[in-house]
Nanobody
């Protein structure tokens, strides 16, 4: 059973920073591409950042480029999202996602999310 557990969210003032973590268990973490998504109230879930299994490709949503940084530590089965220069519009529930394709089948897993609230 694959489990993803996010942590590190909280209430932050505009301009502040956070580091989100997502710890994976029940899988060979290094085989999975990892992503962070977010969902604000009344909005659809959107992809924020993605890192491939070997960290050779990293992509960001245009809205977060230059402020967010995704990284992973395969030895710790953990993916991180460093968020800086936070804006009120970054307020959302942030989800971790693990995905791999094997023999033509896609396997995708989600965490429960960690809340980030940006407010003065």
């Amino acid at each position: 059973q694959v489990q993803l557990v996010e942590s590190g969210g909280g209430l932050v003032q505009p301009g502040g920073s956070l580091r989100l973590s997502c710890a994976a268990s029940g899988c060979t973490f290094s085989n999975y591409a990892m992503s962070w998504y977010r969902q604000a109230p009344g909005k659809e879930r959107e992809l924020v950042a993605l890192i491939t299994s070997a960290s050779d490709t990293i992509n960001y949503a245009d809205s977060v480029k230059g402020r967010f940084a995704i990284s992973r530590d395969n030895a710790k089965n953990t993916v991180y999202l460093r968020i800086t220069s936070l804006k009120p519009e970054d307020t959302a529930l942030y989800y971790c996602n693990a995905k791999r394709n094997r023999a033509g089948v896609s396997y995708t897993y989600w965490g429960q999310g960690t809340q980030v609230t940006v407010s003065s």
